[in-house]
Nanobody, 123 residues
Framework: HVQLVESGGGSVQAGGTLRLACVASGYEYWRAYMAWFRQAPGGEREGVAGIGADEFTYYSPSVNGRFTISRHDNILYLQMNNLVREDSAMYYC????????????????????WGQGTQVTVS
């Protein structure tokens, strides 16, 4: 039974920081390509950052230089610095056990497993 459980969201002022975490279980998470996505109300789901089993990372231009994705054991992290209002959204972690998401990390169809999301609000 695959589970991805996010935490760490909240409300912050512009310029602030948050650290999201996603605990994975039920599959070979150490082999999986994993990513963070976000979706604002009325908007489409947007890829934020991805990380391979080799820890090679990939970022959306909108967050590059401000966000850092990392992984340790079965936990995926997203360190978010210098937050802006446009970062407000529900954030989801996603996993691709096949690792094929390496080819296009920010395309959501690559991911079979998703968490329930954690809300980030920047004012």
């Amino acid at each position: 039974h695959v589970q991805l459980v996010e935490s760490g969201g909240g409300s912050v002022q512009a310029g602030g920081t948050l650290r999201l975490a996603c605990v994975a279980s039920g599959y070979e998470y150490w082999r999986a390509y994993m990513a963070w996505f976000r979706q604002a109300p009325g908007g489409e789901r947007e890829g934020v950052a991805g990380i391979g089993a080799d820890e090679f990372t990939y970022y959306s231009p909108s967050v590059n230089g401000r966000f850092t994705i990392s992984r340790h054991d079965n936990i995926l992290y997203l360190q978010m610095n210098n937050l802006v209002r446009e970062d407000s959204a529900m954030y989801y972690c996603a996993a691709d056990p096949t690792h094929r998401a390496y080819e296009s990390p920010l395309q959501d169809f690559r991911y079979a497993y998703w968490g329930q999301g954690t809300q980030v609000t920047v004012s």
